[in-house]
């Protein structure tokens, strides 16, 4: 498996496997998390422009996608029912979807960008137990609550390599 930037031609595809996650995620009790747009083409699109969209792909398919950005995260400045691992500079992952036809993608992305920044920060809805799992599974600690700017909550992991 290989990871790079996405591109705007990689678009349609993002779209069914975001679609693709949409429809896993509302098959095991987590139905709201994403709902039936999220996240949007626009989004997508920004996402690539500001060259923080990335792509894990093998033998020229596409396996899975990933916001990725180092530095600063809004939403994870207040935390709520516990505290972050550190306050060292972190990378953050957002939007992380699979095609769900190979296993072990989302670990290898995770882990991919992990190995970039060597402290990660990543939230997942309260009823996304398969994410909660991965996240478990992948040495993540759970640190607390936080909240979107919409005000809905997430439950928030750090992880730290070292």
């Known amino acids: 498996m290989n990871i790079r930037k996405t591109e705007l ?3 349609e595809e993002l779209q069914k496997l975001y679609e693709h996650a949409r429809t896993f995620m509302a098959d095991h009790g987590n139905p709201t998390q994403w709902g039936n747009t999220y996240p ?3 989004l997508i699109e920004q996402d690539i422009r500001d060259g923080v969209s990335y792509v894990c792909e093998e033998a020229g ?3 899975a996608v990933f916001f990725y950005k180092k530095g ?3 939403t994870y400045a207040k935390i709520y029912e516990g505290q972050w691992l550190n306050e060292d500079p972190y990378g953050v992952v957002h939007r992380i ?3 769900g ?3 072990g993608c989302a670990s290898f992305c995770l882990n991919w960008a992990l190995t970039q920044c060597g402290n990660l920060k ?3 809805h309260r009823d996304n137990r398969i994410m909660q799992h991965l996240l478990d599974k992948n040495g993540f600690t759970y640190c607390g609550i936080i909240y979107l700017d919409d005000g809905t909550e997430r439950l928030a992991y750090q992880k730290q390599l070292g």
Do not use: E, G, V
């Open 9 to 11: 031609t990689d678009i």
């Open 40 to 42: 949007p083409k626009s």
């Open 61 to 63: 398919q596409l396996l």
């Open 72 to 74: 600063r995260d809004d």
């Open 97 to 99: 979807a699979s095609s």
């Open 101 to 103: 036809t190979r296993k």
């Open 122 to 124: 990543i939230d997942t």
